[in-house]
């Protein structure tokens, strides 16, 4: 059994930084891409940003020039370098694994906090 196992939220002031990792406990392979989403409480669960296999990045609008998303595709783990950080960041943020053949691995959600 796969899981997604997040680390790195918490609580931080505006303008701060944040970096959370992910990392896949079991056996995963063909990962295609991976990515992160985060959710606020009463809406959708968006998307922050997404990495291919081949490394080419997708970013959510509202996140461009702050956040970076990385992956080490010997390790298996994707990383997201918050910078800039805003209230309205404040969100449980996923990570995503999205195999070759279409299968979606979640992990359980990490709080990111950004308040003074």
């Known amino acids: 059994q796969v899981q997604l196992v997040e680390s790195g939220g918490g609580l931080v002031e505006p303008g701060g930084s944040l970096r959370l990792s992910c990392a896949a406990s079991g056996s995963i392979s063909n990962i295609n891409t991976m990515g992160w989403y985060r959710q606020t409480p009463g809406k959708q669960r968006e998307l922050v940003a997404t990495i291919a296999s081949g490394g080419s990045r997708n970013y959510a609008d509202s996140v461009k020039g702050r956040f970076t998303i990385s992956r080490d595709n010997a390790k298996n783990t994707v990383a997201l370098q918050m910078n800039s950080l805003k209230p309205e960041d404040t969100a449980v943020y996923f990570c995503?694994?999205?195999?070759?053949?279409?299968?979606?691995?979640w992990g359980q959600g990490t709080h990111v906090t950004v308040s003074s």
């Open positions: 995503l694994y999205r195999t070759t053949w279409g299968a979606n691995y």
